[in-house]
């Protein structure tokens, strides 16, 4: 139990993890991944490369000691995650091994001057609080999922039976389980964990469901990345016949139930959670805008889908904006960067709308500015983070 005393500790802490906090868990990272080999697969190498995931991390520590008497404050900091982690399969016995890690890291980065004994007192405190909060969140998640029809616990063998060039840049791999039992429903918007063995070494990725999952099939649709480990060997070394490990599909980034106009917005492989959200949607007969963005038409995945889609749900209106022209794919209805007079065109007249946004983080940034901008209750725009989360500023 955290006495105030502790608390106040912790947050004193607070202006060293503003200007610090970054080299702090960088440190964290590299003395964890290099001491603890069983916990690798659990970690994105190339978001450490870019500092993403150290960024993230250091802000989600800095959120927990500012609001460490309130919270409640976290808001959805929280839910996404223990949904992050249960699509991982983050494991009890994996927090002692970040606690330690961090611990050191405080100690040995801020130095005995300041990281005192009460200080590091303190913080194992606090985060043996919020250890045992992600513990029992999940675990309840773990059964709940276990126990679902068609719901397991754990890794499960899938066969992958179909794989269809989307794009110059994106295939969908479509998974059936090698059981031949039933599958977990997936909510529109929510991913799925991935664990592979490459050279040697497990690795594990989540990739969004890009359709849903009344099949009896999983499909992801995967953009190749240029040095991406996981993404090159789907593309290159994925065929039908081979078998994967997944893990039940997880996320908070879910299709919410409303009859307000719903538009969606996307940018690059960003399509893809808002495929089944689409699908989902037009069995509502909920008005629905549809607006993609892309570098050009050879990269535009599922344009044919949607143009279908269009044509047979007089509620759907799509709109397609390309960087630039290929001279080769159908237009565009905008070259160029979507703007916010474009996407004020493209928006429904009435802004009380339930907006759903992902793309690249610029791109998302942009959106966010223009909803606001145009109009639309903060509340009311939804966007979420392919890789680590990060604030839109």
């Avoid at 849903?212 to 991406?228: F, H, N, P, Q, W």
């Avoid at 805008?289 to 279908?308: E, K, L, P, S």
């Avoid at 916010?340 to 802004?351: F, I, K, N, S, V």
Wanted: a negative charge; charged letters at 20%; one cysteine or more.
């Amino acid at each position: 139990m955290l006495s105030a005393q502790d608390r106040a500790i912790v947050k004193s802490t607070v202006p060293l993890l503003e200007s610090g906090g970054e080299a702090l868990i960088t440190h964290f990272y590299r003395m964890m991944l290099s001491e603890y080999p069983e916990v690798r697969p659990l970690f994105n190498q190339a978001h450490q490369s870019s500092g993403d995931q150290p960024r993230a991390l250091a802000n989600g520590v800095l959120m927990y000691a500012r609001h460490i008497d309130q919270l409640d404050q976290l808001g959805d900091l929280v839910a996404k995650i223990i949904n992050k982690h249960v699509a991982l399969q983050i494991l009890p016995e994996h927090y002692p091994i970040v606690g330690a890690c961090l611990l050191r890291a405080i100690s040995e980065v801020l130095g005995s001057e300041i990281a005192t004994p009460e200080v590091i007192s303190a913080w194992g405190k606090a985060y043996g609080q919020l250890a045992d909060i992600l513990i029992g969140a999940e675990a309840a998640i773990y059964e709940e999922k276990a126990q679902a029809p068609g719901g397991w616990r754990g890794a499960r063998p899938f066969l992958l039976v179909k794989r269809v060039e989307e794009s110059d840049e994106i295939i969908s791999f479509y998974f059936a389980p090698v059981d031949n039992g039933p599958i977990l429903a997936a909510q529109p918007g929510q991913y799925i964990g991935l664990k592979l063995e490459l050279d040697g070494e497990e690795v594990r990725r989540n990739y969004s469901l890009s359709a849903l999952t009344d099949t009896g099939m999983y499909r992801i649709s995967v953009k190749r990345e240029a040095g991406g480990r996981v993404s090159n060997y789907l593309h290159d070394q994925m065929h039908v016949g081979a078998t994967v490990d997944l893990f039940p599909p997880s996320g908070e980034f879910i299709l919410q139930a409303s009859d307000k106009p719903l538009v969606l917005i996307s940018g690059g492989v960003g399509i893809t959670p808002t495929l089944p959200m689409l699908e989902a949607a037009l069995a509502t007969k909920r008005p629905v805008h549809f607006i993609h963005c892309a570098r050009n038409g050879g990269v535009h995945a599922f344009r044919d889908w949607v143009d279908t889609l269009a044509a047979q749900h007089p509620q759907l209106k799509r709109f397609y904006c390309y960087a630039e022209e290929d001279g080769i794919s159908p237009a565009a209805d905008k070259v160029g960067i979507l703007s916010q007079e474009q996407l004020a065109a493209w928006l429904p007249e009435e802004r009380d709308i339930d907006a759903y946004f992902l793309g690249p983080k610029g791109f998302m940034a942009a959106i966010k500015r223009y909803l606001n901008a145009l109009g639309v209750p903060q509340k009311q725009a939804r966007y979420e983070f392919f890789g680590p989360a990060a604030a839109l500023e």
